[in-house]
């Protein structure tokens, strides 16, 4: 069916999770486990008297990017923020393990990220979903699966999302994109206004945004905010994953000392950028996608290859 | 939590052979409608969960209207409420038929 949200120009930031599976993958290919009709809901919330939503929250099926065979898993950021939860959890975590543990399951698994980490009201359930997916992920990964991380959604990959991001095999980022443990709210409310004002978005964005994040290298591509711009990006990377062994871990360890070395005096982006080498760092944050990929892939620290 | 139900008798059965959709997210001033089509002819079945008490007239005269306008024969129709207003419901229940007739 042709639909504007699902378009190639469609922005991947106010997406729906159903509308990024249906734009990023092949026309027709996707093919989703437990749908919204098996109604495998929370059975926490209605306690509390929240609304459910059919999928918890989190759409997981099989389908085709660019011809290849991928398994997808999608959180929806707009219910309940994307939340980690028991059923949302679970679905994430059975998918990859199915992956770690069936080869004749596709071997690509691409995580839709958007979430701000754990769902408060199934706070415990939440929390060992994270720990789970992240031990799933880290033995999937162990076993050849590449596991790649799409990040540009409304409530960004913070907490458990952000963990989880950061523990896969590649992490695909737009401007929009937002990535980290505690976010911006958090490091406010835990160590005050002067060690970061949350309410300051243009910090908040050049520190946590998608931006700052490929420049040093803690995603490995940057995306266009667009359904193309997404399956471009992942396309690209899905070719070249690195082996997860022992080399792999410790160029990853040598690779933070260096930047903890190099950057660890800085208080702002701007400051690190211009460190990076690049002439005009205060150009970056108004530098449209083409340019900004262009920029990022000549820079060395972005392109280590040790995730 | 509020739970609504309502049985209507439609003039005709939906047309298209799509047997589900899904339509719109629970965020806040949001809702999602589940279409399924599972039952008899001229048989729509609407159910609702939403988390604000009080609104039963207001549920009943959107989902007549809906009725009246699409004729959703054959629709069982599930909703989960967000605080949506009543003309984001009809909205989103035009978009949901114009899914199962769709192909």
């Given at each position: ?6 378009s190639a120009?469609a922005?991947?930031?106010q ?8 734009g ?10 437990l749908?919204?009709?098996?109604r ?15 999928d918890?929250g989190?759409?997981i099926?099989?389908?085709?990017l ?5 398994l997808?898993?999608?959180q929806?950021g707009?219910?309940?923020g994307?939340?980690f939860?028991?059923?949302?959890g679970?679905?994430?975590?059975g ?5 770690r ?8 698994v ?5 979430s701000?980490g754990?769902r ?15 031990r799933?992920?880290?033995e999937?990964?162990?076993?050849g699966?590449?596991v ?10 913070f907490?458990?999302?952000g ?6 095999s ?6 929009q ?12 409310t835990n ?8 309410e300051?978005?243009?910090l908040v964005?050049?520190?946590d945004g998608g ?18 711009g997404?399956r ?8 070249k994953?690195?082996a997860?062994?022992?080399?792999t ?10 930047r903890q ?6 208080d702002?982006a ?5 460190i ?19 920029l ?7 392109n280590h290859?040790?995730r | 939590?509020q ?11 939906l047309s298209?052979k799509?047997?589900q ?12 409608v ?8 001229t048989?729509?079945?609407v159910?609702i969960?939403t ?14 209207e ?8 054959g629709?069982?129709i599930s ?11 009809y909205?989103r229940l035009?978009q ?6 769709a192909?």
């Amino acid at each position: 069916m042709e639909d504007a949200a699902t378009s190639a120009q469609a922005s991947w930031f106010q997406a729906t999770a159903r509308q990024r599976v249906a734009g990023l993958l092949d026309p027709d290919s996707f093919t989703e486990f437990l749908g919204p009709s098996e109604r495998i809901q929370s059975p926490h919330l209605h306690l509390f008297d929240v609304p459910s939503a059919f999928d918890d929250g989190v759409v997981i099926g099989r389908g085709k990017l660019g011809g290849k065979d991928v398994l997808v898993a999608a959180q929806e950021g707009q219910f309940m923020g994307g939340t980690f939860a028991e059923v949302s959890g679970a679905k994430l975590v059975g998918l990859v393990r199915a992956a770690r543990d069936h080869k004749s399951l596709p071997q690509t698994v691409l995580l839709l990220m958007d979430s701000g980490g754990v769902r408060l009201q199934e706070a415990n359930a939440g929390e060992l979903a994270v720990a789970e997916l992240m031990r799933a992920i880290v033995e999937a990964r162990c076993a050849g699966v590449a596991v790649i991380a799409l990040v540009g959604g409304k409530a960004g990959a913070f907490g458990g999302a952000g963990l989880t991001t950061a523990t896969c095999s590649r992490i695909v980022i737009s401007g929009q994109g937002r990535t980290g443990v505690s976010g911006p709210e958090v490091i406010e409310t835990n160590k005050g206004v002067e060690e970061f004002d949350s309410e300051d978005k243009a910090l908040v964005w050049s520190t946590d945004g998608g931006k700052n994040r490929r420049l040093l290298g803690g995603a490995d591509a940057f995306a266009e905010d667009s359904m193309e711009g997404f399956r471009a990006a992942t396309k690209a990377l899905m070719s070249k994953v690195p082996a997860f062994d022992l080399k792999t871990m410790q160029a990853e360890q040598e690779r933070l000392a260096a930047r903890q070395k190099r950057l660890g005096a800085c208080d702002d982006a701007v400051s690190m950028w211009r460190i990076l080498g690049i002439q005009e760092p205060e150009t970056i944050r108004d530098m449209d996608a083409k340019k900004f990929i262009a920029l990022a892939n000549s820079i060395k620290e972005a392109n280590h290859d040790a995730r | 939590m509020q739970t609504l139900s309502f049985r209507h008798k439609a003039k005709r059965r939906l047309s298209g052979k799509k047997d589900q959709a899904i339509i719109g997210v629970v965020a806040s001033g949001n809702l999602e409608v589940l279409l399924e089509r599972v039952l008899p002819e001229t048989a729509c079945e609407v159910d609702i969960a939403t988390p604000l008490n009080g609104y039963d007239e207001t549920w009943k005269a959107v989902v007549a209207e809906f009725v009246e306008r699409t004729s959703p024969g054959g629709l069982r129709i599930s909703i989960n409420d967000g605080g949506a207003r009543p003309d984001t419901v009809y909205l989103r229940l035009m978009q949901g038929s114009a899914l199962m007739e769709a192909e």
